[in-house]
């Protein structure tokens, strides 16, 4: 028992937020912390009210059953089972009915082969009710006496943990030397009991000789670092998958141990985990050569030669190992999704079609079949072609739906994730106060980028060519990593490691659908941006973030991780014109997963004819499918595209998968404008090419002409005053991922912001609900009902 006392605590706390791991993932666990010298793991109920209140219920049978055989199996791996409660929420100290609940539920633990408890009084309000404060002199009075009750109770067990309610710096008041909560604790805290601390805030960017020495002072003993270093629970956007770091070894002689409080998601703490164990046994080592001296890049460097192996193994979620044959089995109900690539048809999936005259939202099989006979009929070559030479990055080589160039690949199937890709992932989530060379770069660049787009603006002055070439070669450096990211969603979700995909990929979506946008939007600024020497364009002045810089380091003070949410997503974000509309970027990920690679980039001239193919495509779908009801090729695009196409083609962007054009967006900055342009050019040109006299014109044909006349009519000035542009949304029926489709038109309120946009409006069939319903969670509003051109029409809105 001496020798329990004197041991080094060094382990992992199971996350108290989040959705409990499975027993398979608990056994995985305590192999990997036995292999790499971890000999402590904390057990608690979930950090929830309703769990908190559970302290006072005994276990039920089976309930006990599962307890002893996570409590045997920690064990038999050679590790101590520390069980936490977290009794503050309602606990009355001064009850006696309250002590005896509580001696209860830690005795049936200790009955089931327990023997080291933590009591958990952190996150509590400091008021006491009437009759503790009668009965104790304070509130850190009132918990000691508590806790030196329940560690007598329990046989003064080798390791009993307490956590204060100020347990880092940043809590304690007035400060950590001066705090007469703490004083209390250091005092009057029976001394073999240890006291929990996270360090000078709840998560520490680095731990230091001096700050423990003064805490290990007021406590009269050392304490025991829970550490949130990896802890994710507070950021729905951030996992943290690097290295352990920012603790120099030599701090275990002021400690008692330390605890890391890993990522809710399993999956992602291999490196953490792997890279604590390395700190740890560097620690213990004797000799003092530079091979073990503990640094994070070498504990990084080996963690990923070993991670590689477990990720490209065929594991179920939850950690179910199967064979390849089996992998096609239903998944676990722990799934968040299904696994969608091994799904045999994409027309049992729901679909969601974003034009108003699209069909039904779940296409029949022959449609779909016959989309992919169509683009197999489309004789192109079935290997990517080499990147074309482009006067702009992001120009396309080929049209037609056929496999693409510009470096897009195939990715389909399942396949191994490389090692560079997992230190592309590894870089992009990295650590709470800092990102990985990967992150860093992109984010300077783009920072950069924006701060000098003014170089390849449409309207500025004469620039030289040698700060040209600089800005699109730092251009391509972002595309090219933006690419990247969107291949590493790819392998992601291609891979046979399905435990994996389910806890990674609705970071790796988040990451690649904000890439997607700022990949289009960098494509964009060349040559369509319109310079500060315009009324428009003032964006550029906005807040910046770059580098290793957080929102909440740029304000000059060290705050915690969530002052400022979203991580390298929510930096990319901010760096975009309309980056504080979140609505825009925050959403649940598909429930399928697809390995689909889309991307999305300005419209070219090459473009035309697929787009008119695509809209007649949906057009004929509506009339039933036949060819004849439209004689002239052209003219549902002309209609439909024409405009925007000719009159202001910097407002279109594209959406494309590894097949061709899948979809697009198009805007008009200013709807008085280009009403009036439209009608001294566009008009003219349509009657003739389409004129109404004569016997060749289709009578299909020439409604379409009389709507095309409709389509000019006038929107009210009340409307155009707040929202003066205006958009139009289409993709193929077939698209499953709807998220692309929200990166789209992402894209598109992009640049229409840049360039000085205040508000943009769409119109809708109000029989339309699915577009209505995506629009609306995208922050438009019902603007005009009855007063828009069409009768029928509604008009949505948003601010920019």
């Known amino acids: 028992m001496e020798e329990q006392k004197k041991q080094f605590i060094c382990g992992v706390v199971e996350g108290f937020y989040g959705r409990p791991w499975t027993m398979d993932q608990r056994k995985i666990l305590f192999q990997w912390m036995q292999s790499w010298g971890l000999n402590t793991y904390l057990y608690g109920p979930k950090d929830d009210l309703k769990h908190r209140l559970l302290w006072r219920e005994v276990y039920s049978h089976e309930e006990e059953g599962q307890l002893r055989t996570l409590i045997k199996e920690a064990q038999s791996k050679g590790q101590r089972f520390v069980y936490a409660l977290s009794p503050g929420q309602d606990i009355v100290f001064s009850s006696s009915c309250d002590l005896t609940l509580l001696k209860r539920k830690l005795r049936q633990v200790s009955d089931l082969g327990c023997q080291a408890f933590a009591i958990l009084f952190d996150d509590i309000d400091h008021s006491m009710c009437q009759a503790d404060s009668e009965a104790f002199s304070s509130f850190a009075h009132a918990q000691v006496t508590v806790t030196n009750d329940i560690y007598r ?217 016959g989309r992919e006979g169509e683009r197999k009929r489309s004789n192109q070559p079935s290997q990517p072609n080499p990147q074309t030479q482009g006067s702009r990055p992001g120009a396309p080589s080929v049209g037609g739906r056929g496999p693409k160039a510009q470096g897009w690949g195939l990715c389909g199937g399942k396949g191994l994730l490389s090692e560079s890709q997992v230190r592309l992932l590894v870089g992009l989530y990295y650590l709470p106060h800092e990102h990985g060379p990967s992150a860093q770069k992109l984010l300077q660049d783009l920072a950069w980028l924006k701060a000098n787009c003014y170089l390849v603006s449409a309207n500025g002055k004469k620039t030289a060519a040698q700060k040209i070439d600089e800005w699109r070669g730092r251009s391509s450096r972002v595309l090219s990593l933006c690419e990247d990211i969107a291949q590493l969603h790819c392998s992601v979700v291609g891979g046979a490691n399905r435990a994996v995909l389910y806890d990674l990929y609705p970071y790796v979506w988040d990451l690649r659908n904000t890439a997607l946008v700022a990949k289009a939007f960098i494509c964009w600024l060349d040559g369509r941006v319109l310079s500060d020497s315009s009324t428009m ?25 969530w002052a400022f949410k979203g991580g390298v997503s929510g930096e990319v974000q901010m760096l975009l014109p309309i980056g504080s509309s979140n609505e ?36 004929l779908r509506t009339q039933g499918g036949q060819e004849s009801s439209v004689a002239h090729p052209d003219v549902v695009g002309d209609r439909c595209f024409g405009p925007c196409l000719a009159l202001c083609p910097e407002y279109c962007f594209i959406l494309e998968d590894e097949l061709g054009v899948c979809g697009c967006v198009l805007g008009i900055v200013d709807v008085r404008s280009f009403a009036k342009r439209c009608q001294a050019c566009w008009m003219p040109a349509m009657r003739d090419k389409y004129p109404l006299k004569g016997g060749n014109t289709h009578p299909n044909t020439q409604d379409l002409i009389k709507l095309m006349e409709e389509d000019q009519g006038e929107y009210p000035d009340s409307l155009l005053y707040h929202f003066p542009s205006q958009l139009r949304l289409d993709a193929l029926p077939e698209l499953v991922d709807v998220s692309v489709s929200r990166t789209l038109l992402t894209a598109l309120l992009t640049a229409l912001k840049a360039n000085g946009s205040q508000g943009v409006f769409c119109e809708v069939q109000p029989t339309d609900r699915q577009r209505l319903e995506f629009l609306t969670k995208l922050g438009f509003l019902e603007i005009l009902r009855g007063e828009a051109r069409s009768r029928e029409g509604v008009v949505l809105g948003r601010l920019l």
């Open 153 to 369: 109770f329990l046989g003064e067990p080798p390791v009993f943990l307490f956590c204060p309610t100020e347990y880092c710096g940043s809590l304690c008041s007035p400060s950590v030397s001066k705090s007469p909560y703490l004083q209390t604790i250091g005092e009057d805290l029976l001394p073999n009991i240890t006291v929990i601390w996270t360090g000078s805030k709840v998560i520490s960017r680095k731990l230091s000789v001096d700050c423990l020495a003064e805490v290990e002072s007021v406590l009269q003993r050392p304490p025991l670092i829970w550490d949130n270093l990896h802890a994710n629970d507070y950021d729905s956007r951030r996992l943290f998958l690097g290295p352990f770091k920012g603790r120099e070894p030599q701090l275990r002689s002021h400690l008692r141990g330390l605890l890391l409080n890993p990522n809710c998601e399993f999956e992602a703490n291999y490196i953490p985990l792997h890279s604590l164990g390395s700190w740890y046994r560097a620690g213990k080592e004797e000799r003092k050569d530079e091979e073990c001296e503990y640094c994070p890049d070498r504990a990084l460097s080996a963690a990923l030669h070993d991670w590689m192996e477990e990720l490209n193994q065929p594991l179920q979620a939850g950690r179910q190992s199967t064979r390849p044959e089996q992998r096609s089995s239903a998944p676990t109900t722990r799934c968040k999704t299904p696994d969608r690539s091994d799904c045999p048809a994409v027309a049992k999936l729901p679909v969601f079609p974003l034009n108003s005259s699209s069909p039904p939202s779940s296409p029949v099989k022959g449609e779909t079949e």
């Open 584 to 619: 825009l970027f925050t959403h649940p990920p598909p429930l399928f997963p697809t390995s689909r690679l889309y991307n999305v980039r300005p419209y070219h001239t090459k473009d035309k004819l697929e787009l008119y193919r695509m809209v007649r495509q949906l057009h």
């Open 537 to 561: 364009g003032t964006w550029r002045n906005c807040f910046h973030l770059c580098g290793k810089t957080t929102g909440a380091d740029l304000l000059g003070v060290e705050s915690e991780p």
